[in-house]
């Protein structure tokens, strides 16, 4: 059986790095096929829950709407321009809810699930607050901007590696499960 957190840190991954050249060219590594990974993801996590097909089909509309954007830019088209990137980022953080009330509810492991939930805190304050400073940062004069993007991807940065590393922790989790059920 193929590891359910590979998938989600690898299409969170997609999402979260922007390779952009040139400062102008659209993002070649594009976010709808991280949406992709983690609506692969989220089928292969092991559990039968309300939330485990709300949350796939989440990612599954949100893959939609970041190929949308995705096309604008590669159009050059100012259709949605700063604003479709925003209401994406906002949409991305309302589903990581989803996903982490999800991943708490599907390890009987209390251990896990306390890494999940002190996790789940921490990543939505940072990723609330870049989110925060990024969208109003647009407001302020130019000298001030670039230090309050810059502050903001800080935010993010740090609340990535931090589901990065519960993602390795629910690997390592879901390995010994695995090797626990290969005995059996």
Not at 14 to 35: N, S, T
Not at 76 to 100: H, K, P, T
Not at 149 to 155: D, H, K, Q
């Amino acid at each position: 059986m193929k590891n359910p957190y590979d998938y989600l840190i690898g299409g969170f991954s997609f999402i979260f790095i922007d390779l952009r050249l040139y400062g102008e060219m659209p993002d070649i590594a594009p976010d709808f096929i991280g949406y992709a990974f983690l609506v692969y993801g989220i089928y292969l996590l092991p559990v039968f829950h309300n939330l485990k097909r709300w949350s796939k089909n989440f990612a599954i509309i949100l893959m939609v709407m970041s190929f949308l954007v995705e096309l604008n830019q590669w159009f050059g088209s100012l259709l949605l321009g700063q604003v479709g990137e925003q209401f994406m980022q906002f949409l991305l953080i309302v589903f990581m809810y989803y996903v982490f009330q999800l991943l708490l509810h599907i390890h009987e492991n209390k251990q896990l699930e306390v890494k999940t939930f002190k996790t789940y805190q921490k990543f939505m304050a940072l990723m609330l607050c870049g989110f925060v400073i990024d969208a109003f940062s647009m407001n302020v004069e130019a000298s001030l901007r670039e230090n309050l993007y810059f502050l903001g991807a800080i935010l993010q940065i740090i609340a990535y590696i931090l589901f990065s590393n519960y993602c390795r922790a629910g690997s390592k989790y879901f390995k010994e499960m695995k090797k626990v059920h290969s005995l059996q």
